[in-house]
């Protein structure tokens, strides 16, 4: 076998030991989609009759909880995404801390396919909970505008992300020094979409956080699903999300690699 096929062995390998672990822990997966489907609920029962008529639904005849839940879905949805990649960074911070990963040393096993399976669970992970928020969120009113080819890249925006965050997760996971870290730092992710365009237009906000809101990097992934979804124009929106996913997994892969390959030879 050539490396290329051990690598993608020993990948398949530790994803099915992740795959496992999800199996056999499945209260931290519901955890990770409680969380996004509790604030669709939140927002669209609670704050979303207001929020929506803030949108001009009552304008377009639209009441504004029906007006609102297609406006915040895109973020839920990103939401969704961030939980999965906080599930990487406690695995990974887990696997360095109770020493399976010195064993894994001394076997004959591809050294970066411990990470890779990670990533590999993670997306199965994140786009099964993509379908199931996606669900709950067409149950509660959400009726998009799109397509197959919308959806397809809708899909694929979403792909693209998850494997950002979970590249750059996995570095938080090998930087951090306790689980109880790990679990931590990546909550940035979760905070973002609240500091951008997911729950109310960057439009509204003082001028400083606009700012922030209008450059950070959920906002324009958050304007071009929610373009695809209702049919809406994304501008240059889509060659920007695409640009920021492609530059975190680069700079996620590239620190993961550093700090394992570090971790190997101390």
């Known amino acids: 076998m050539s490396t290329l096929s051990f690598a993608a062995s020993d990948s398949m390998t530790m994803l099915r030991r992740n795959l496992r672990h999800m199996q056999r822990y499945p209260s931290l997966t519901f955890m990770l989609l409680g969380q996004p489907i509790v604030f669709l609920l939140l927002f669209v029962y609670v704050f979303g009759a207001t929020l929506g008529d803030g ?12 007006e609102y839940v297609g406006f915040v879905t895109p ?19 887990i696997d ?34 993509l379908a199931v928020v996606t669900g709950v969120a067409l149950l509660v009113g959400f009726e998009p505008a799109a397509g197959p080819v919308e959806w397809l890249a809708v899909a694929g925006v979403l792909l693209l992300l998850t494997i950002a965050l979970t590249w750059l997760s996995v570095a938080l996971g090998l930087v951090a020094k306790s689980v109880e870290t790990a679990s931590n730092t990546p909550m940035v992710f979760t905070l973002l979409p609240f500091l951008g365009s997911g ?46 996913c492609v530059a975190i997994a680069a700079v ?15």
């Not at 949108?55 to 029906?66: D, E, V, W």
């Not at 839920?76 to 406690?90: C, D, K, N, P």
């Not at 399976?100 to 590999?120: D, E, K, P, Q, W």
């Not at 996620?252 to 101390?266: C, F, I, N, R």
């Open 199 to 244: 729950f109310v237009p960057a439009a509204s906000m003082p001028a400083g956080l606009r700012w922030f809101a209008e450059y950070q990097p959920f906002t324009p992934v958050i304007e071009t699903i929610r373009g695809l979804l209702l049919g809406t124009p994304i501008g240059k929106s889509g060659p920007i999300a695409v640009g920021w």
């Open 55 to 66: 949108l001009g639904a009552a304008a377009r005849g639209l009441g504004g909880r029906a």
């Open 252 to 266: 996620g892969y590239g620190w993961s690699k550093h700090l394992y390959a570090k971790a190997q030879h101390q």
């Open 75 to 93: 973020a839920i949805l990103l939401i969704t995404v961030s939980s999965a990649a906080l599930g990487t960074a406690v695995s990974v911070a």
């Open 96 to 129: 360095m801390k109770e020493g399976i990963i010195n064993r894994f040393r001394t076997m004959a096993i591809n050294r970066a396919s411990v990470l890779t399976g990670h990533v590999i669970g993670t997306v199965i992970q994140a786009m099964l909970g």
